[in-house]
């Protein structure tokens, strides 16, 4: 069965540009959350989403937006990127918000100069 | 005081040895534990949930301790495979959608 996947792999943007990753989860589920993880730090929760509605937010500012399609895949948009954006996204899936196990994907690694 | 907190590392430890991870969470409505392992530029992977009876996976073995908010994990053994990051994780439960993380714990098992 295919795990999580997230696209692009890597991404380079300069400041002030806008970029929109994303992710499919595994057949099956119906949650995805989104995480950021700096070089250095444990990932950091941004958005959760389920049957397409936003379910929960992380302390990032309005720059941050997701959504989920009705197939359950997801985009996370990130408009007038800082330097400090720069960060390993990850997105993680699970059948359903009150399952507490989450799968990972391999993230897309953003780089903003 | 940080929601999830774990030991600063890194850890070197020869193969073999013993090596414990500790970590302490502050909201004591914290419901599910787990212990992910993060190999380098990769994505965080489950290696154990955490029961309050504590349990145990071959080499490894998970407690908690709810009255002090403590979690630990000890590794026996220790392979060179098993040089990861481990992390920490709770989940709060119904209500709450996210995993909380600790910043990790650097693991260097060294010939």
């Known amino acids: 069965d295919a795990g999580v996947t997230q696209s692009p792999t890597h991404l380079i943007k300069t400041r002030g540009q806008q970029v929109t990753l994303r992710c499919s989860p595994i057949s099956g589920h119906k949650s995805v959350s989104w995480y950021q993880q700096v070089l250095g730090q444990g990932p950091q929760f941004i958005f959760q989403y389920y049957e397409k509605e936003e379910r929960g937010r992380g302390n990032f500012p309005d720059r941050f937006s997701a959504r989920q399609f009705p197939n359950y895949s997801s985009e996370l948009n990130v408009n007038a990127l800082l330097l400090g954006d720069s960060a390993l996204y990850l997105c993680?899936?699970?059948?359903?918000?009150?399952?507490?196990?989450?799968?990972f994907g391999p993230g897309t690694r953003l780089t903003v100069l | 005081r940080k929601e999830v907190e774990q030991d600063p590392g890194p850890f070197n430890v020869p193969e073999g040895a013993t090596v414990a991870f500790n970590c302490t969470y502050s909201n004591s409505a914290s419901q599910s534990f787990f212990w992910y392992r993060q190999d380098c530029r990769k994505e965080p992977k489950l290696l154990m949930s955490?029961?309050?009876s504590g349990n145990e996976d071959g080499r490894f073995t998970a407690q908690l301790n709810r009255a002090s908010q403590y979690i630990s994990l000890l590794i026996r053994d220790s392979k060179l495979s098993d040089s990861a990051t481990y992390l920490c994780?709770?989940?709060?439960?119904?209500?709450?959608?996210?995993?909380?993380f600790g910043k990790g714990t650097k693991l260097s098992v060294i010939p």
């Open positions: 994780v709770v989940w709060s439960g119904a209500g709450s959608y996210q995993l909380t």
């Open positions: 955490v029961y309050s």
């Open positions: 993680a899936s699970r059948p359903a918000v009150s399952y507490n196990e989450q799968f």
